[in-house]
T-cell receptor, first 113, second 110 residues
Framework: NAGVTQTPKFQVLKTGQSMTLQCAQD?????MYWYRQDPGMGLRLIYY???????DKGEVPNGYNVSRLNKREFSLRLESAAPSQTSVYFC????????????FGPGTRLTVL | TQLLEQSPQFLSIQEGENLTVYCNSS?????LQWYRQEPGEGPVLLVT?????EVKKLKRLTFQFGDARKDSSLHITAAQPGDTGLYLC??????????FGKGTMLLVSP
């Protein structure tokens, strides 16, 4: 089992460009999450999907959109990238919404110039 | 907002030393998790504590949940370079989400 996979690992964008971060899990988990991690700020939740077919905003949703494509895949889209979105992005999944354990992917390091 | 305060923010020690890091909140939480994040990787769950006063051990790591369920500590005995990483605590913050503390960055030098 690969667990949670993310693509790409690294990306550099210019201000105003768009891109989609991909995430997939092979653990048959119901819930999936997108976080960003910035120095001194910890992990902050952007969006989550408690179950297939549902998505909800987290703490810092502005500038992002998500799609729960199917049970396995949850993508994060930046429509018009800004330097403030330079960060490391982590996707995570859990078996159930109330399940304490979240499994994280290896992250995508994004730089917006 | 149900904040989690972690201290210290950064800790640099020599191999073989003992250390304790803390996670505190002003409100009671039903359970608390500790994750470790190694450089360049995602966080990995170490333990979940649920009962006030609970103590759990994972090899040289000892986790304690405060009696009032507002605080938790992680004690590492005889730290090794492999313990280097960011230690994060997290609590439930709704039906299906977690709130993370900002973490304690631990560096263990040989």
């Amino acid at each position: 089992n690969a667990g949670v996979t993310q693509t790409p690992k690294f990306q550099v964008l210019k201000t105003g460009q768009s891109m989609t971060l991909q995430c997939a899990q092979d653990m048959n988990h119901n819930s999936m999450y997108w976080y960003r991690q910035d120095p001194g700020m910890g992990l902050r939740l952007i969006y989550y999907s408690a179950s297939e077919g549902t998505t909800d905003k987290g703490e810092v949703p502005n500038g992002y959109n998500v799609s729960r494509l199917n049970k396995r895949e949850f993508s994060l889209r930046l429509e018009s990238a800004a330097p403030s979105q330079t960060s490391v992005y982590f996707c995570a999944s859990s078996l159930l919404p109330r399940d304490n354990e979240q499994f994280f992917g290896p992250g995508t390091r994004l730089t917006v110039l | 907002t149900q904040l989690l305060e972690q201290s210290p923010q950064f800790l640099s020690i020599q191999e073989g030393e003992n250390l304790t890091v803390y996670c505190n909140s002003s409100s009671v939480f039903s359970s608390l998790q500790w994750y470790r994040q190694e450089p360049g990787e995602g966080p990995v769950l170490l333990v979940t504590v649920v009962t006030g006063g609970e103590v759990k051990k994972l090899k040289r790591l000892t986790f304690q949940f405060g009696d009032a369920r507002k605080d938790s500590s992680l004690h590492i005995t005889a730290a090794q370079p492999g313990d280097t990483g960011l230690y994060l605590c997290a609590r439930n913050s709704g039906y299906s989400t977690l709130t993370f503390g900002k973490g304690t960055m631990l560096l263990v030098s040989p």
